[in-house]
């Protein structure tokens, strides 16, 4: 199994409070992602780093912050939660392009 | 927004009978991906496509990279109880970054 981990598993959190949830990898690996999955939308990417200090926006980055520091760690911020955010979010991870990204267990976030 | 179209969305078949499913673009892809997800995991990787025509097994599974780079395919054949599960595709554009975008996802039902 790839070596990714994301905390914390479930998390519950009020309208209006930050969230920031956690993705570790010990492959180092260049590329790390973070997709949330609702049902009937699969899998999209909300942002996606190639390097420390390197990110980029996916389709549905609005309302999401995210920061890699060092290469084993992505950060995924939600500064205002809203209920439209409650969501599974997963994190990848990808050692180049034209290689394969191997997924992490998932957060159930649930904004109440 | 989504890029890939999955078909079909959902499947019910008998024990024992394949599968086929497939992912079309209208954009050209370098790298097509096949994933598996149960309930409360992650997606795992199936099988990895990286060149136009290619065709790869996996035990049961057996998946092909278009000719036309657009589309792909995945099959099952002799379908068994833990075949069960949600199928993603997944393709890496040949323009731009390093993103992955995914299809909605084809959920597969068996009875025995």
């Given amino acids: 199994d790839a070596g990714i981990t994301q905390s914390p598993r479930h998390k ?63 950060l995924l911020t939600l500064e205002s939660a809203t209920s439209s955010q409650t969501s599974v979010y997963f994190c990848a991870i990808r050692g180049g392009s034209n290689t394969e990204a191997f997924f992490g267990q998932g957060t159930r976030l649930t904004v109440v | 927004g989504q890029q890939l179209n999955q078909s079909p969305q959902s499947m019910f078949i008998q024990e024992g009978e394949d599968v086929s499913m497939n992912c079309t673009s209208s954009s050209i892809f370098n790298t097509w991906l096949w994933y598996k997800q149960e309930p409360g995991e992650g997606p795992v990787l199936l099988i990895a496509l990286y060149k136009a025509g290619e065709l790869t097994s996996n035990g049961r599974l057996t998946a092909q990279f278009g000719i036309t780079r657009k589309d792909s395919f ?37 009875n025995p």
């Fill in chain 1, 12 to 74: 519950v959190t009020e309208t209006g409070t930050p969230v920031t949830l956690r993705c570790h990898q010990t492959e180092n690996h260049r590329y790390m992602y973070w997709y949330r999955q609702d049902p009937g939308h699969g899998l999209r990417l909300i942002h996606y780093s190639y390097g420390v200090k390197d990110t980029d926006k996916g389709e549905v980055s609005d309302g999401y912050s995210v920061s890699r520091s060092k290469t084993e760690d992505f």
């Fill in chain 2, 74 to 110: 995945l099959n099952i054949s002799a379908s068994i109880p833990s075949d069960v599960g949600i199928y993603f595709c997944a393709g890496q554009l040949s323009q731009g970054a390093q993103k992955l975008v995914f299809g909605q996802g084809t959920r597969l039902t068996i």
